[in-house]
């Protein structure tokens, strides 16, 4: 399975960070057979820039341009910190490449701002989804052809999920994990990157 994680200004690496632990805890569990005939790739797609602000973060390492025709799996685009437009101007790079992934089936995960980015390639239109609660509004006057669905935490349409936050990012790993390597190894996931266990069940999105 080939996965990407898109690195964007703004984007908050907590995103990309728990996300990639899980899916690699998960691999880890399976049966030596499995790992080895079916390999977990994951990648950080993004473009190299110089930290010229000395913004004091961890800067992630990129493995992959948007200018690379590299095919993916599953692809999150990781929330970004505060109003999302100021990191999309100008990046239709990043819209480009995600309407490629799209055309080739890959499965696209979306974190509260993060959805922005599938709007603002076309790729939502018509559809229901959510996104992060404080930016209900301003989604809606700015993509008006996109149901927005203001009570769920994770929707679903055509191989694309949404989700509210990190935490229902969170939730909604545990489902796929469970769809990808089976329950048994979904319930000790949950069990140890989880607050609270319970008898999980997949839900309706």
């Known amino acids: 399975m080939n ?3 898109v690195l964007y200004d703004k984007a908050l690496q907590s995103g990309i960070t728990l996300a990639s632990d899980m899916l690699n805890s998960a691999s880890s569990l399976r049966n030596h057979i499995e790992q080895r005939e079916q390999p977990l790739v994951m990648s950080v797609v993004g473009n190299m820039k110089k930290n010229d602000q000395q913004i004091p973060q961890i800067m992630l390492h990129t493995h992959h341009t948007f200018s690379e025709f590299v095919d993916f799996d599953l692809v999150f685009l990781p929330p970004m910190w505060g109003n999302p437009y100021p990191a999309m101007v100008g990046r239709k790079d990043i819209l480009s490449w995600l309407r490629r992934q799209k055309e080739n089936n890959a499965v696209i995960v979306a974190t509260g701002t993060g959805v922005f980015w599938l709007a603002q390639a076309g790729l939502l239109d ?16 700015q993509f008006p052809t996109v149901n927005i669905n203001r009570k769920a ?5 055509d191989n694309i999920y949404c989700v509210r936050s990190i935490n229902s990012q969170t939730e909604l790993l545990v489902y796929l994990i469970s769809q990808f390597f089976g329950p048994p190894i979904a319930k000790i996931i949950e069990k140890h990157f989880m607050h609270e266990v319970s008898d999980f069940q997949s839900e309706v999105f």
Do not use: E, G, L, P
Request: a positive charge; zero cysteines.
């Open 126 to 141: 018509k559809n229901t989804v959510t996104t992060h609660w404080a930016f209900y509004d301003k989604f809606a006057r």
């Open 3 to 5: 996965i990407a994680f």
């Open 153 to 157: 935490s994770i929707t679903y349409n």
